[in-house]
Structure formats: structure tokens, C-alpha cells
């Protein structure tokens, strides 16, 4: 199965859901992580750094999802505070009928959290959760890569969010979506994995 999380940032994937792309990875499926925008060279090099994932940074956001033809799609929440990340979803969003139209994409697509779970105008309520306790300690590692971000801070919100929703879910670590439907359709997921 292919995976796309389609990010503004280096750092945003591992961060809001770095521990459900190692357990997709670990059942070896193909992770792919996309940069739509424009990423600074500093940043652009510590994303490589992390090559567990793959790192495609697209001119033409379209293409570059028409040429994995990914199974399940996560990007950032509608309502994120970081106008970036808002900018983001609505590309991804918005190219959902051309992609099942005309590309032969068919994926499920999801929203993951954001910062402590506050939008701009809404709180971010996941439905589905993915157990990530046996990869937390992979993830945080993932995160202290970014060393040009400050990653003991953003390591010390994922936990808090981590830990919120894994007691949500009955856990001890989890990561929450919320699936977008595609066309009108919408497959309530049990589980995401």
C-alpha cells in the first residue's frame, strides 16, 4: 500500500503523525512524505536526513500524487492556526475530484491534529485512533532531528496531544484523524490501520 502525508514543512509529518507512518512502515508498506511549498534549504536538508520516509518535494502537488497513486492520504486539519498548513489542506481538498475523476486516484483521506488540538474557530475532534505507544520513543526521534526548530518543545505539546488522545482511545500513546469524505463518500473507519 502506498501512504501520502502531504505536509507544508519538514517536521510536520513526524510531528503530528510520525508514530502512525513508522507502524505503516513496519508493516511495509511505502511511506511518502510531500512538500508542496517552497521549503527553506536548511529545513529541506534535515528532512533528508530523516530517509526512513520519502521525500518528495513537488513542483506540481497533482503530479507528484498521481504518480504514487497512494492508498491513504493525511494532510493538516482545515481550521490549523498556521496559515500554511491551512493552505495545504485546501490544495489537497480541492484536488480530490480531479484525482478520482481523471487520475484514477482513488484514496481515503484524512485530517490530522494540530497545536493542542485548537483550530482558529474550532477544536480539532478526532473519530479515529491509531495506537503509536510502541513507536512513540521512534518518533520522538524523529522529531529531534529538526534541530533548526526546537524539537524539545514541540517533543513536549506531541506528548501532552499523545497522550490526550490515547486516553480517548484507551491507550497509553495514540494519534487522532478525522476522515474527509471523497465525492460524498465516507467510510467510517474502526481502525485506520
Same mark, same amino acid.
Given at each position: 500500500m502506498?501512504i501520502a ?7 510536520d509529518a513526524?510531528? /503530528? ?7 505503516y512502515?513496519?508493516k ?5 512524505i510531500i512538500?508542496?511549498l517552497?521549503?527553506n ?6 528532512a ?6 520519502k521525500?518528495? !518535494?513537488a513542483?506540481?502537488l497533482l503530479d ?7 492508498n491513504?492520504?493525511?494532510?493538516? /486539519?482545515?481550521?490549523?492556526?498556521h496559515?500554511?498548513h491551512?493552505?495545504i489542506?485546501?490544495m489537497v481538498?480541492?484536488m480530490l475530484?480531479?484525482?478520482l475523476a ?5 484514496p481515503?483521506?484524512f485530517y490530522f491534529?494540530?497545536y493542542?488540538n !485548537?483550530?482558529?474557530?474550532?477544536? !480539532?475532534?478526532?473519530?479515529?485512533f491509531?495506537?503509536i505507544t510502541?513507536?512513540?520513543g521512534?518518533k520522538v526521534k524523529l522529531i529531534s532531528v ?5 524539537p524539545k518543545? /514541540? ?7 499523545n497522550?490526550?488522545?490515547g486516553q ?6 495514540a494519534?487522532?484523524f ?9 467510510k467510517r473507519?474502526?481502525e485506520i490501520?
Amino acid at each position: 500500500m502506498n501512504i501520502a502525508s502531504i505536509v507544508a514543512h519538514p517536521d510536520d509529518a513526524e510531528i /503530528w503523525m510520525g508514530g502512525t507512518l513508522l507502524s505503516y512502515l513496519n508493516k511495509g508498506n511505502n511511506i511518502y512524505i510531500i512538500y508542496p511549498l517552497n521549503i527553506n534549504k536548511n529545513r529541506q536538508k534535515e528532512a533528508q536526513i530523516n530517509r526512513i520516509f520519502k521525500s518528495i !518535494f513537488a513542483e506540481n502537488l497533482l503530479d507528484s500524487i498521481s504518480s504514487i497513486k497512494p492508498n491513504l492520504i493525511f494532510t493538516h /486539519w482545515y481550521d490549523d492556526v498556521h496559515e500554511d498548513h491551512r493552505k495545504i489542506s485546501k490544495m489537497v481538498s480541492s484536488m480530490l475530484p480531479d484525482l478520482l475523476a481523471f487520475r484514477n486516484v482513488n484514496p481515503r483521506v484524512f485530517y490530522f491534529g494540530t497545536y493542542n488540538n !485548537f483550530g482558529r474557530n474550532n477544536i !480539532f475532534q478526532p473519530i479515529d485512533f491509531v495506537d503509536i505507544t510502541k513507536y512513540f520513543g521512534e518518533k520522538v526521534k524523529l522529531i529531534s532531528v529538526y534541530k533548526s526548530q526546537n524539537p524539545k518543545i /514541540w517533543i513536549n505539546m506531541i506528548k501532552n496531544i499523545n497522550s490526550f488522545h490515547g486516553q480517548q482511545s484507551g491507550v497509553k500513546y495514540a494519534e487522532g484523524f478525522i476522515e474527509i469524505p471523497v465525492m460524498g463518500i465516507l467510510k467510517r473507519a474502526k481502525e485506520i490501520l
